[in-house]
């Protein structure tokens, strides 16, 4: 008897054993149980009870049995390459999420201190202006427009505006 198991279930046994491929030669068995002393009718009754399988039909049953057992070998297979690619995948995806945790990470640390350093800037534009909007001395700012070859006006603080009579609306 062989177990069949499917995925660790018992699901089935394959019963082989004897058989005769023409009827069986009674009168040998009746010597054969003389001659060890078996009990003659209970070893005939057990003889005439094993059945009788044409040769060609034994051929197409052990077919079937090597068939069957190539059946249950590419499952087998089948199982464990799919196990093998689950794994795998489970494997490369854990290493995924930790690269994508390092990269957040980095991506956090590196917000972080782009943060820090807008604040800092922030803070030295607002010293910059007040001390520009606060000289004593007339200032103007303008920037060199390369396109169009000429500058482009950024502005001027109040002295500026006093001493050179210019209003900013007019700029």
């Given at each position: 008897?062989?177990?069949?198991?499917?995925?660790g279930?018992?699901?089935?046994n394959?019963?082989?054993?004897?058989?005769?491929?023409?009827?069986?030669d009674m009168?040998?068995?009746?010597?054969?149980a003389?001659?060890?002393?078996?009990?003659?009718?209970?070893?005939?009754?057990?003889?005439a009870?094993?059945?009788?399988i044409?040769?060609?039909?034994?051929?197409?049953?052990?077919?079937m049995y090597?068939?069957?057992?190539?059946?249950?070998?590419?499952?087998?297979?089948?199982?464990l390459h799919?196990?093998?690619t689950?794994?795998?995948?489970?494997?490369?995806?854990?290493q995924?999420?930790?690269?994508v945790e390092a990269?957040?990470?980095e991506?956090?640390?590196?917000n972080q201190q782009?943060?820090l350093?807008k604040?800092?800037?922030?803070?030295?534009?607002?010293?910059?202006?007040a001390?520009?909007?606060?000289?004593s001395?007339?200032v103007?700012?303008?920037?060199?427009?390369e396109?169009?070859?000429?500058?482009?006006?950024?502005?001027?603080?109040?002295a500026?505006?006093?001493?050179?009579?210019?209003r900013r609306?007019?700029?």
């Amino acid at each position: 008897a062989m177990p069949i198991i499917v995925e660790g279930q018992h699901v089935a046994n394959i019963f082989t054993g004897q058989c005769f491929i023409a009827p069986p030669d009674m009168e040998f068995f009746r010597q054969q149980a003389r001659q060890f002393g078996f009990g003659e009718d209970a070893y005939l009754k057990t003889i005439a009870k094993v059945p009788v399988i044409a040769k060609q039909r034994l051929e197409a049953i052990t077919r079937m049995y090597v068939e069957l057992a190539q059946n249950f070998a590419r499952h087998g297979l089948d199982r464990l390459h799919q196990k093998q690619t689950t794994e795998e995948l489970a494997r490369l995806n854990e290493q995924l999420s930790q690269r994508v945790e390092a990269r957040t990470e980095e991506l956090m640390q590196s917000n972080q201190q782009l943060q820090l350093e807008k604040r800092a800037l922030g803070a030295s534009e607002a010293r910059l202006s007040a001390l520009f909007k606060n000289m004593s001395s007339g200032v103007a700012v303008f920037r060199y427009n390369e396109d169009e070859q000429d500058f482009i006006f950024i502005g001027f603080n109040k002295a500026y505006e006093e001493c050179f009579g210019v209003r900013r609306e007019d700029l």
